[in-house]
């Protein structure tokens, strides 16, 4: 706007767009100083910055909890879950840069004046909790990414030892039912080495007696009581074999199937160790490694970002914004036919109210009210002429009106 004593800044387009966040009046702006220009403008910076740190906070948090658990010292990035992360981030973003949009916009001014009064703190609580919210959702997905590698080594080591725990346990579990299988088996053996034993204790005296270490050499009558006791013996020995032989099988079988089992037990161990990466177990960590007070420092810090435009606006003095603004409202309900008296009467309670008077649809109301008016007139007089008119028939045809008795 083109002035003799001054002359508006023209604003860029990004300043135009920080406007816009900040949910101020452009054209007010165009027209107002060029301090309020830059005011409002980096209020929607702030607003800006806020829906960007949200995307990322958002983006991050998501990939944390649905990306595919391993190491936590792998390091792979997971692309699907990157691209949902993303389109995630983006949404998030925005909803919260609608809603602090939606906080600035609606915080006033309150008095008018820099100090910030009892009463513009209590109206605004309402505002300060969501930024509370808010900042609070955005500060701990930041937080444990600026951890990451401590945090990162820390959950190797918690999964490498819940992992051994978790082995301990499911070996534990699985003792008892091998120590039964083995003592089978044991058992079997045992006996089936027994006979092995007699059988070679057999040939031993056979293979003597033959070579006359028990009397006369040769193939005498003992050596022949001894060959019918080793061959007796190695009969034994098969049919010991053909008796236990589907019951070695079945015991073998059910231990190959039971390592097989205990090797799926363990490995299941190892998903189960490496799901110990959860956003929640990583914001316990952070919260661990920084302390109570770096990470109250953390999170004052996005307090503080998120909190500045509501404090900010209560802060402000009125400049030439709010007067035009005032002005413009003004026009606009002098335009429309509204009429506002301030405190114009007390209620019951003794608060002061304003009266609304609204030209235009008292002016509806007026007319509304004179044409039903004029429609009831001339009904009375439609039926007063017609009642005349009648009166005329009935004195001109008698007759016609008197029936007969």
């Given at each position: 706007?083109?002035?003799?004593?001054?002359?508006?800044?023209?604003?860029?387009?990004?300043?135009?767009?920080?406007?816009?966040?900040?949910?101020?009046?452009?054209?007010?702006?165009?027209?107002?100083?060029?301090s309020d220009?830059?005011k409002?403008?980096?209020?929607?910076?702030?607003?800006?910055?806020?829906?960007?740190?949200?995307?990322?906070?958002?983006?991050?948090?998501?990939?944390?909890?649905?990306?595919?658990?391993?190491?936590a010292?792998?390091?792979?990035?997971?692309?699907?879950?990157?691209?949902?992360?993303?389109?995630?981030?983006?949404?998030?973003?925005?909803?919260?840069?609608?809603?602090?949009?939606?906080?600035?916009?609606?915080?006033?001014?309150?008095?008018?004046?820099?100090?910030?009064?009892?009463?513009?703190?209590?109206?605004?609580?309402?505002?300060?909790?969501?930024?509370?919210?808010?900042?609070?959702?955005?500060?701990k997905?930041?937080?444990?990414?600026?951890?990451?590698?401590?945090?990162?080594?820390?959950?190797?080591?918690?999964?490498?030892?819940?992992?051994?725990?978790?082995?301990e346990?499911?070996?534990?579990?699985?003792?008892?039912?091998?120590?039964?299988?083995?003592?089978?088996?044991?058992?079997?053996?045992?006996d089936?080495?027994?006979?092995?034993?007699?059988?070679?204790?057999?040939?031993?005296?056979?293979?003597?007696?033959?070579?006359?270490?028990?009397?006369?050499?040769?193939?005498?009558?003992?050596?022949?009581?001894?060959?019918?006791?080793?061959?007796?013996?190695?009969?034994?020995?098969?049919?010991?074999?053909?008796?236990?032989?589907?019951?070695?099988?079945?015991?073998?079988?059910?231990?190959?199937?039971?390592?097989?089992?205990?090797d799926?037990?363990?490995?299941?161990?190892?998903?189960v160790?490496?799901?110990?990466?959860?956003?929640?177990?990583?914001?316990?960590?952070?919260?661990?490694?920084?302390?109570?007070?770096?990470?109250?420092?953390?999170?004052?810090?996005?307090?503080?970002?998120?909190?500045?435009?509501?404090?900010?606006?209560?802060?402000?003095?009125?400049?030439?914004?709010?007067?035009?603004?005032?002005?413009?409202?003004?026009?606009?309900?002098?335009?429309?036919?509204?009429?506002?008296?301030?405190?114009?009467?007390?209620?019951?309670?003794?608060?002061?109210?304003?009266?609304?008077?609204?030209?235009?649809?008292?002016?509806?109301?007026?007319?509304?009210?004179?044409?039903?008016?004029?429609?009831?007139?001339?009904?009375d007089?439609?039926?007063?002429?017609?009642?005349?008119?009648?009166?005329?028939?009935?004195?001109?045809?008698?007759?016609?009106?008197?029936?007969?008795?």
């Open positions: 706007m083109e002035r003799a004593y001054y002359e508006s800044p023209k604003p860029s387009k990004i300043m135009q767009l920080l406007w816009k966040a900040a949910g101020s009046d452009g054209y007010i702006l165009r027209r107002s100083t060029y220009q830059v409002y403008a980096c209020l929607g910076g702030i607003v800006v910055a806020t829906g960007f740190m949200a995307a990322i906070a958002g983006g991050y948090a998501i990939y944390t909890i649905f990306e595919p658990k391993g190491s010292l792998d390091g792979v990035t997971h692309v699907p879950t990157a691209i949902m992360a993303c389109v995630f981030g983006v949404i998030w973003g925005l909803i919260i840069f609608n809603i602090d949009r939606f906080i600035v916009a609606a915080t006033g001014k309150g008095d008018g004046t820099e100090a910030i009064t009892w009463g513009e703190f209590v109206n605004s609580i309402p505002r300060i909790i969501m930024g509370l919210v808010i900042a609070i959702t955005i500060s997905p930041m937080e444990i990414r600026m951890f990451k590698s401590e945090i990162d080594a820390e959950l190797h080591q918690a999964q490498l030892e819940n992992r051994k725990v978790y082995e346990k499911t070996k534990a579990n699985y003792e008892e039912r091998f120590k039964t299988i083995n003592e089978d088996i044991t058992k079997i053996d045992t089936r080495k027994g006979l092995i034993e007699r059988i070679k204790k057999a040939e031993q005296e056979y293979t003597l007696q033959l070579q006359g270490k028990y009397g006369t050499a040769g193939n005498g009558p003992l050596s022949k009581a001894l060959k019918a006791q080793m061959d007796k013996l190695e009969q034994d020995l098969a049919v010991y074999d053909g008796e236990h032989k589907e019951e070695l099988e079945r015991l073998t079988t059910n231990r190959l199937n039971l390592i097989t089992e205990l799926k037990e363990l490995a299941k161990n190892e998903e160790a490496s799901g110990l990466d959860g956003l929640l177990e990583r914001i316990k960590l952070a919260h661990k490694i920084a302390g109570a007070w770096i990470t109250f420092f953390i999170t004052l810090l996005f307090v503080v970002i998120e909190l500045t435009p509501i404090f900010f606006k209560m802060m402000l003095i009125k400049s030439p914004y709010d007067f035009i603004g005032d002005n413009i409202k003004e026009l606009i309900k002098a335009e429309e036919g509204i009429q506002i008296k301030y405190d114009y009467y007390k209620d019951k309670q003794g608060q002061e109210r304003s009266l609304i008077i609204s030209h235009k649809a008292k002016q509806k109301i007026d007319e509304k009210i004179a044409l039903m008016k004029a429609q009831t007139e001339l009904s007089y439609i039926i007063e002429r017609w009642k005349e008119k009648e009166k005329e028939n009935i004195d001109a045809n008698l007759n016609n009106y008197i029936s007969e008795a």
